[in-house]
């Protein structure tokens, strides 16, 4: 599959690579790299990567505007449905490519790999560009590195194989990358207001008899904390690991939007399902929504309530001696 991306790369002089709205570090860098190994080895295409960008993420490169033509091929990364591409119309290209590590959704695209036991879209492009004997540079190797770090959170879950490791090594050690600890303060820096906001979720988190954790973060106490809306949201990541707790959410309120972002993550209980009815979906152990009412989130609250109650059922059935 990966020689046929490159005989579709090598036919197509314009590329446009986009991929989901709502950005995060795995789809830019891996639309920032895709975009720049291609430039390296094909210097008179033209490359586009687009989509809305984000002040925050201003250490993965530049964005750019499209620019089409009855001849463009479209490259979509890290997004399993049409409904979440970023800023491109599918079915304005000549031809379009998927890449993608969610679980399949739908089909939209002219060719289609998916490995959804990846990690992160960056794994993939870390192979493909191995596989198809593509060169990177310091700059692409760094973007690719962390991408990988940031959709694994930091090699933590199983999708941290000994392939992807060996990957890894290799591309520390072909591009020199001796300075991981930037790369990682590019990622993990943040302001005190966040931290104290952590601080008040883990305070006031609510937790079920089944163990989901959930906590209302609203307007009101975004503007108190002085954060912003996004990276309250992203706090979810940093409340794994609670005896309590097998299911967090975090409910946030977008103003801005007019939305309510829903970020449910998981160390057990299969979550994307109960998120795919309130709008929303993602990966096993790692989704997100969008509802319009706290009331919606606290339904969907109550539907992985009922999933922890049958997880906690299941384990207690395997090891049935252990109280
Ligand atoms: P997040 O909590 O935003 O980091 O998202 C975790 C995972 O859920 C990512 O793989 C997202 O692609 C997916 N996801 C988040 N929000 C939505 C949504 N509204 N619809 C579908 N998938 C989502």
Redesign the pocket.
Known sequence: MFKKILRLIKKYDTIVIAR?I?V?PD?LASQVALRDTILLAFPNKKVMAVGNGSAKFHYMGKLDKLELNNETLLIIL????Q??VDGVDVSEFAYSIKIDH?PFVEKFCDVEYIDDKAGSTCEILLELIENCKLKMNKEIASYLFMGVVS?TNRFLFNTATPKLFRLIANLIEEYQLDDLFSLYQNLYLRPMSEVRLQGYIGEHMIVTPNGVGYIEITNDLINQFGVDSASA??M??NFNFIEEVYVWV?ITEDVKNDII?????SRGPVI?FV??RY?????VF?????VTSFETALALVNDLDEVCKKYKESIKEESPNED
């Open positions: 989901h709502g995060d789809a890290d997004t399993p449905d409904k979440r969610h959709d949201g992203n979810i990541n975090t972002r829903i970020g449910i993550r994307n998120a795919e709008n929303g979906g993602g990966h790692a989704s997100g929504a969008r």
